[in-house]
């Protein structure tokens, strides 16, 4: 039986793309784009949304630790924007496809004229069999980088969910360095279960989302749990699944037990 071609949107998170040195993880970055530039090859329409500009440009500069200054930040930010880029469209390029870069702020998306545009970019670049690489804008938005959060915008977790619904998605997945949704913090509750699927998002399952964790990425569980409300509401499925297995997306993408499934109901 052939395979239902899916439009999926793939989140990566800092956590997953950056080592401990706020230096790329080239092998990380590079097993996504191949396995990205596969499920396109199959027929997939696929979208990424990528972190990380502020964490990789602070490496690029030299600077000893994340700026605090909010114009750094963002000057920091314009810097490892470039060069993600860079190495996105080297990688992409060496297995035959193209990318194309699309950068957001909260008022892109909220204005409907504005969302349609983009709406109709998408639907474009993806008639093409291009790959969008999404970012929130940085240099421009302060939503994220300056308060931790905002009524729109303000982490990649709601941003990729947010493209998920303005572009039609079937699948959203986010790749995080957790492997999923548990019963309890699996930190300090070593008994913690792994959930595999949600079909509705009760008290008991926002209750088990905690704080922001110690990652150097600004999501929590809480915000991927703010993702899925919104994915699901879209009529788009949406799979919490840990970044170092990047093979696991071809099961994902199969409907295999992976991670922890949000089902939206269609």
Known sequence: ??????????????STLTHDSGALDLRSMEQLVRVLSDL???????????????AVGTARLGLPERPKELRMKQAAAAVGQCRMMHLYDKLFSEYNRSMAQILLTGDDVEDPERAAHLRSTFSALLEMKVIPVVNENDSVSSAEI??????????????????????????????????GLYSADPKSHPDAALLHQVRELT????????????????????????????????????????????TDLYGIVDGQDIGTRFVASR
């Open 40 to 54: 396109s090859g199959a027929g997939h329409e696929v979208i990424l949304v990528t972190s990380g500009a502020i």
């Open 146 to 179: 300056e308060t931790g959060h905002h009524k729109v915008l303000g982490d990649n977790d709601t941003l990729s969910a947010i493209v998920a619904e303005l572009c039609q998605a079937d699948l959203l997945i986010l790749l995080s360095d957790i492997d």
């Open 1 to 14: 039986m052939e395979q239902r071609k899916q439009r999926i949107v793939v989140k990566v998170g800092t």
């Open 203 to 246: 008290p008991e399952i926002l209750e088990m989302a905690g704080g922001a964790g110690s990652w150097r990425g600004t999501g929590g569980m809480s915000t991927k749990l703010s993702a899925a409300r919104i994915a699901m509401a879209a009529g788009c499925d949406m799979v919490i699944t840990n970044g170092a297995r990047m």
